[in-house]
């Protein structure tokens, strides 16, 4: 199925709302979940990601793959995201809102795509709000801005988050802002390493 830059909305509901069956090129478009039931997000690629008004199970099957927006409801609801990965994986700027996340994966190669003898700050990510992740941050591509807003790490795992890099002004990944991070409540002055990935502006500065 080729989307294009036609939008899809599901009113279906339940666990097999949408089954992913062959491939799924997004496109352009706004990907929909309409239903204000349970309904499970089956994990494949989008392009923008609209979670709907109502109870939504993260698939676990896969990768989550936003190429733009995720869009969550401004209303009260549940989300189940245990055990499921969200990656932003652009190849634009892209703003990651206020969510609780299980696995947050950041791979967006708009940097790469515009940047001259220096970073493009125009193109790292953006957190709109604070940020929970369950277990682990995966960084692969990508400066992540919290913009004045928190990245909260909730598992006390060193393996949780691990180092960034700055390679060259078109290679670099680590977020550019504050890291929460919950460390055990026993820990010692073992040879546990915990990295704190992080920078100002154009420096990486762990």
Known sequence: L???????????????AVEMVG?????????????GSETTVEAMDYYSLDLGN??????????????????????AYTCIVDGSTVEFNGN?????????FYNLAINDTAMRSNTGSSLNEAYFLELSGDVTVQNNVIL???????????LILTNPASSAIGQGYYTSARRACYINGAITHSLPENLS??????????????????
């Not at 990768?63 to 401004?74: S, T, Y």
């Not at 002055?189 to 762990?206: L, R």
């Open 2 to 16: 080729v989307a294009g830059d036609n939008d899809i909305t599901v009113t279906g509901s339940g666990e097999h």
């Open 23 to 35: 491939h799924f090129n997004a496109g352009t478009s706004t990907f929909t979940y309409a239903s």
């Open 54 to 75: 109502g109870n939504r199970t993260l698939s676990d099957a896969n990768v989550i793959g936003v190429a733009k927006d995720l869009i969550v409801p401004e209303t």
């Open 92 to 100: 634009e700027k892209q703003i990651i809102p206020a969510f609780t």
């Open 140 to 150: 692969t591509e990508g400066v992540l801005d919290t913009d004045g807003h928190r």
């Open 189 to 206: 002055s073992s040879a546990t390493i915990y990295y704190f990935p992080v920078g100002d502006g154009q420096d990486y500065k762990p």
